[in-house]
Nanobody, 122 residues
Framework: EVQLVESGGGLVQPGGSLRLSCAAS????????MYWVRQAPGKELEWVST????????YYTDSVKGRFTISRDNAKNTLYLQLNSLKTEDTAMYYC???????????????RGQGTQVTVSS
């Protein structure tokens, strides 16, 4: 059974930083593309970032380029998202999701965790 458990969210001031983690189990983590998505209150789910199986290729939505960094540690079965220079509009529930063994754009059918809340406020 695929399990994804996010952590690391919290309340941070604008300009601050957080590091989100996603502990994966129930599948061979190193073989799969992984995603971060987020959902702000009253808004649709938004794709944030993608990383390939070995971590060598990463992709970001325009609004977070240069501020967020996705990475993974295949030895620890863990996915990360470093959030820097946070803005109030980054406030959302952040989810990690498991993709396929090859590239795909994010699909809502991908398994995802329960999420971790990020709130950016002064």
């Amino acid at each position: 059974e695929v399990q994804l458990v996010e952590s690391g969210g919290g309340l941070v001031q604008p300009g601050g930083s957080l590091r989100l983690s996603c502990a994966a189990s129930g599948f061979t983590f190193r073989r799969y593309w992984m995603y971060w998505v987020r959902q702000a209150p009253g808004k649709e789910l938004e794709w944030v970032s993608t990383i390939n199986d070995d971590g060598g290729s990463t992709y970001y939505t325009d609004s977070v380029k240069g501020r967020f960094t996705i990475s993974r540690d295949n030895a620890k079965n863990t996915l990360y998202l470093q959030l820097n220079s946070l803005k109030t509009e980054d406030t959302a529930m952040y989810y990690c999701a498991k993709g396929w063994e090859f590239y795909s754009s994010y699909r809502e059918s991908f398994p995802r965790g329960q999420g971790t809340q990020v709130t950016v406020s002064s």
